[in-house]
């Protein structure tokens, strides 16, 4: 059983969840698929994960079974579970509640793949569209209030598995980290009446700098103050707080930009491993003018230690011009990975 507990100085909770020890784990530095191992994430060996939440596959086809694109499954070893009673307690200075909340994983592909980039654009549309579906099923939960979709590819940004998945985590609190975000960026609205976040787009694109690509709806950029080598942020330039409001040509828009530079980064910097987190408004609140949903994405090409984690500044030796610069020289080949799918037609189905 998972519970929250809460720092009485920083005001940070933690989640200590046990049943996360238990998780498989591969150990070699760098993931490669061994002939002897078999993949719990692909197609056929549906048995192996809990049953499916949300399946995107062709009509007809059966829950738990072959012909899916992308499946939604509880996490086997979840942080939080949603068969929990939520129940705060003081222990003496200590605040605690129960580990209300869901963990789930988002299988990208039905065979075995690392990368999303490598998938077609319809796939990653389909990976796009189960966030938003499944952001919008959970929030109906009322003692749900974040969302946390976050992506870690390759052991070093700390997955346990190779095929390609995100995850999903939920939470009866906000992180700190969102509330400062969220905080900074009402602090600038009040003073300014803008949003920071457009704001900061105008400026990155008239100086285009540390722009990486634009669309008509996107834009990728190197943030001013990178904490990491080659940090990207996606950023949509219409306003909107909760990503799980996007339309379904938003979300085409989005696969395509995240493809881009999903497959701008492995071109250029070998393949690294990364995480990419999407930041999204609290659930029980309105949209919010001051703030914007984004995805940002941190190649792992250096380590926080000590000085890092004492401080809370981080060192980034790769200034963000020259790394926009770079991934904006690299070409993607129109079929980065693979060809595309036969288009078969596609429907999204919930469990139960």
Same mark, same amino acid.
Not at 276 to 303: G, I, K, M, N
């Given at each position: ?123 990653? =549309?389909? #990976?796009?569209?189960?966030?938003? +579906?499944?952001? @919008?099923?959970?929030?109906?939960? !009322?003692? %749900?209030?974040? *969302? ?45 009446? =803008?949003? #920071?976040?457009?704001?900061?787009? +105008?400026?990155? @694109?008239?100086?285009?700098?540390? !722009?990486? %690509?634009?669309? *008509? ?53 070998? +393949? ?81």
């Amino acid at each position: 059983m998972s519970d929250l507990r809460k720092d009485p100085v920083t005001g940070r909770w933690v989640i200590i969840a046990p049943d996360r020890a238990k998780r498989p784990v591969h150990h070699e530095p760098v993931f490669r698929v061994a002939t002897d191992r078999l993949d719990p994430f692909a197609e056929g060996n549906e048995g192996l994960t809990p049953p499916e939440i949300l399946a995107v596959r062709p009509p007809g086809s059966t829950p738990n079974g072959p012909g899916w694109k992308v499946r939604v499954v509880p996490n086997k070893f979840p942080a939080l579970r949603t068969d929990e009673e939520l129940k705060k307690r003081g222990v003496g200075l200590y605040d605690t509640m129960t580990g209300v909340g869901a963990h789930e994983v988002v299988i990208e592909c039905p065979h075995y793949e690392e990368s999303l980039a490598r998938l077609p654009e319809d796939n990653v =549309r389909a #990976v796009l569209g189960a966030y938003k +579906d499944r952001l @919008l099923d959970l929030k109906r939960d !009322v003692r %749900l209030v974040h *969302a946390l979709i976050f992506k870690n590819k390759g052991a070093l940004a700390g997955a346990s598995l190779e095929h390609a998945h995100s995850q999903l985590i939920v939470t009866s609190v906000v992180p700190i980290s969102v509330w400062e975000e969220m905080t900074g960026a009402l602090e600038f609205y009040n003073y300014r009446g =803008r949003c #920071v976040y457009q704001d900061l787009l +105008d400026q990155e @694109l008239e100086s285009r700098e540390r !722009v990486v %690509l634009e669309t *008509a709806d996107y834009a990728a950029v190197c943030p001013f103050a990178s904490r990491f080598p080659f940090e990207t942020w996606i950023i949509p330039k219409h306003q909107s707080s909760h990503y799980e409001t996007s339309s379904n040509e938003q979300i085409a828009a989005l696969a395509k930009v995240l493809k881009t530079t999903l497959a701008k980064l492995e071109l250029a910097l070998d +393949d690294p491993p990364y995480n990419y987190v999407l930041h999204t408004a609290p659930f029980d609140t309105p949209e919010l003018p001051h703030y914007r949903w984004h995805l940002e994405v941190f190649p792992r090409l250096t380590r926080v230690a000590g000085f890092e984690w004492g401080s809370g500044f981080y060192i980034n030796p790769v200034p963000p011009e020259e790394a926009a610069e770079f991934l904006r020289s690299v070409d993607v080949p129109i079929n980065y990975g693979q060809d595309a799918d036969d288009g078969e037609s596609v429907q999204v189905r919930k469990a139960g």
